[in-house]
């Protein structure tokens, strides 16, 4: 494999997933933060639309935690959804299955709590192969340390640390394109 086979994101190769962003956690979080994740997703959700690349949504024990956002749920009504139990979302066997469907091995993982089912599926999926982009800007946890200290983890194990804006552009490839005057006008 060579670098850019795992630095560079391709729209046929890659999978955007969003992991557990329910409204009993969100409320648990620091809102500016909670406001900046979901304006990240949304313009990767957007643009996962525009650009047809697959999207799976988790969300852990919705009982206890509730559904996904509902700005969010509105952006991925046809998204595949796995319901969970195990903070990895590799616990699920929906989960793998939803991905292996697509055929796609670079996954971007967005979502909370970093710390947790974030790190946790992030080190289960490079152990089965996948190349993982963690989109900094677009995972949370209630605390900064925990945060910061999940994605110095991921990285050291191998997910490609990224940005909302890197994805968008590593996706869309060129400018002037109908995808690009449409999507750039969701980063400025």
């Known amino acids: 494999m060579s670098?850019?086979?795992?630095?560079f994101l391709e729209q046929d190769k890659a999978l955007l997933v969003v992991i557990d962003v329910q409204e009993k956690l969100c409320a648990a979080m620091d809102e500016k933060v909670l406001s900046r994740l979901s304006k990240n997703i949304t313009i990767l959700l957007e643009s996962a639309a525009e650009l047809q690349i697959p999207v799976l949504v988790t969300e852990q024990y919705v009982k206890g935690l509730g559904s996904t956002l509902p700005a969010l749920k509105e952006k991925t009504a046809h998204a595949s959804r796995c319901e969970k139990m195990t903070f990895s979302c590799c616990g699920c066997s929906?989960?793998?299955e939803s991905i292996k469907a697509t055929g796609r091995n670079q996954i971007i993982i967005t979502g909370m709590e970093t710390h947790v089912c974030v790190l946790q599926t992030v080190i289960e999926l490079l152990d089965a192969g996948f190349v993982v982009h963690l989109v900094r800007d677009a995972v949370m946890?209630?605390?900064?340390q925990n945060w910061q200290t999940a994605l110095d983890a991921m990285a050291q194990a191998g997910a490609v640390p990224t940005c909302t804006e890197s994805v968008v552009f590593q996706l869309l490839k060129v400018a002037g394109t109908e995808e690009f005057k449409k999507l750039s006008k969701l980063v400025r």
């Open 3 to 7: 670098i850019k086979d795992t630095f």
């Open 94 to 96: 929906e989960f793998i």
């Open 141 to 144: 946890s209630r605390s900064k």
